[in-house]
């Protein structure tokens, strides 16, 4: 029996950071995306999406479990993957994502894949910093990076 495939879905979900649309594709996550249009909906995925992002900011969540299915080249994949390995509320320079991928000299490949991360907050792509401790630019907006660094650091 031939698998079906699930439509394009997509939800708009208010946060204390601003308006996040989640778009769901194929039984997963597939974009986060800062600002939207007040849409929705139905997906199960997405249900389950937007109940995490709410257990995140209710601090009740560190770590999601969604099914995420970013789409990149092979390079980006592995440096969002690293990326997610970042434990809640710490940080990681850019150079210690390049040397965890083996590839000391990567910094700037590293830093052009994570500001293209369709799924900011799944893949925390806001704990990656600049070596000096900067930091450094966020789809989100800087106020929002210092925010959601702020609200993990202090739990």
Same mark, same amino acid.
């Given at each position: 029996?031939?698998?079906?495939?699930?439509?394009?879905?997509?939800?708009?979900?208010?946060?204390?950071?601003?308006?996040?649309?989640?778009?769901?594709?194929?039984?997963?996550?597939?974009?986060?995306?800062?600002?939207?249009?007040?849409?929705?909906?139905?997906? @199960?995925?997405?249900?389950? $999406?937007?109940? !995490?992002?709410?257990?995140?900011?209710?601090?009740?969540?560190?770590?999601?479990? #969604?099914?995420? +299915?970013?789409?990149?080249?092979?390079?980006?994949?592995?440096?969002?993957?690293? #990326?997610?390995?970042?434990?809640?509320?710490?940080?990681?320079?850019?150079?210690?994502?390049?040397? +965890?991928?083996?590839?000391?000299? +990567?910094?700037?490949?590293?830093?052009? +894949?994570?500001?293209?991360?369709?799924?900011?907050?799944? #893949?925390?792509?806001?704990? #990656?910093?600049?070596?000096?401790?900067?930091?450094?630019?966020? @789809?989100?907006?800087? $106020?929002?990076?210092?925010?959601?660094?702020?609200? !993990?650091?202090?739990?």
């Amino acid at each position: 029996m031939e698998k079906t495939r699930d439509k394009l879905a997509c939800r708009f979900v208010e946060t204390p950071i601003g308006p996040v649309t989640l778009v769901a594709d194929d039984g997963a996550l597939i974009e986060a995306r800062f600002g939207g249009f007040p849409i929705s909906h139905e997906s @199960a995925v997405l249900d389950q $999406a937007e109940r !995490e992002l709410r257990e995140y900011f209710l601090r009740e969540r560190r770590a999601f479990d #969604v099914p995420l +299915a970013p789409r990149g080249t092979p390079f980006q994949l592995s440096v969002w993957e690293e #990326v997610r390995r970042i434990p809640y509320g710490e940080t990681r320079a850019y150079i210690d994502i390049a040397r +965890a991928l083996g590839n000391e000299k +990567a910094c700037r490949a590293v830093g052009r +894949a994570n500001n293209r991360n369709p799924l900011p907050l799944f #893949v925390p792509c806001h704990r #990656v910093i600049g070596r000096d401790g900067s930091l450094v630019g966020y @789809a989100g907006g800087m $106020a929002a990076k210092k925010w959601l660094l702020r609200m !993990e650091q202090e739990q």
